[in-house]
């Protein structure tokens, strides 16, 4: 596969290797508590006034519904904003780097360079580990967390051996544009070097111990 989206600024000779984007599914925490935030106003709207001891004429209908829709305005733009978030993420994995695309009313991309990971981990929840979905977290060298996550991908595993398997390639691959042999002589120089400060630090040990 080596199809590139829109957002996507790769070389020439830069290959996609896969493209992803988080389960919508995962807004549906966010939109059971706005279904039952509305039912419950509902309820109070329906049945409320005859439970109570304030008089129903205290409440008219309209005004009880208009509060009721005002206050259920806030959940349903919970709701769409959860699904515009993650709607607009993507995940692009090439022979090179590693790219997250996201932002609903700005567009952010992070890369992460293959040849910069130093680890990969793979992390599921309980509910991840029963419907197969989990979080990859990538790590350069030399960082204290996490540079750059793959959140909530259907199936990871595969997603991540291939990554793991492009990392391999990318360390064990010499460039010879980049990579300059020692001839004989510079050999020899350095080799010398090293002698002469070998000794000198040899010396300057013995001047130490004789005081």
């Given amino acids: 596969m080596?199809?590139?989206?829109?957002?996507?600024?790769?070389?020439?000779?830069?290959?996609?290797?896969w493209q992803g984007a988080p389960r919508v599914r995962r807004i549906l925490p966010t939109a059971a508590a706005a279904t039952l935030w509305i039912a419950l106003l509902v309820l109070a709207v329906t049945v409320g006034p005859r439970v109570t001891s304030l008089p129903v004429r205290a409440f008219p209908g309209v005004v009880l519904a208009g509060a009721a829709l005002l206050l259920a305005v806030p959940a349903v733009a919970a709701v769409a904003w959860a699904y515009l978030r993650t709607t607009n993420v993507e995940y692009v994995l090439t022979d090179r780097n590693c790219y997250r695309k996201s932002g609903v009313l700005s567009t952010r991309v992070s890369r992460i360079g293959l040849s910069t990971v130093e680890r990969t981990s793979l992390s599921k929840d309980v509910w991840g580990k029963q419907f197969d979905y989990g979080t990859i977290s990538i790590s350069t060298a030399g960082s204290d967390g996490v540079d750059?996550?793959?959140?909530?991908?259907?199936?990871?595993?595969?997603?991540?051996a291939e990554m793991r398997r492009l990392i391999g390639t990318r360390r064990s691959r010499v460039d010879p544009e980049t990579t300059t042999p020692l001839d004989e002589s510079t050999a020899d120089a350095l080799l010398a070097d090293f002698r002469a400060l070998r000794e000198s630090a040899a010396r300057v040990e013995r001047g130490v111990s004789d005081r």
Avoid at 2 to 17: I, M, N
Avoid at 148 to 160: A, H, Q, W, Y
């Fill in 148 to 160: 750059l996550r793959f959140t909530d991908l259907d199936d990871p595993e595969p997603v991540r």
């Fill in 2 to 17: 080596d199809s590139r989206p829109d957002w996507l600024s790769t070389d020439a000779d830069e290959t996609v290797v």
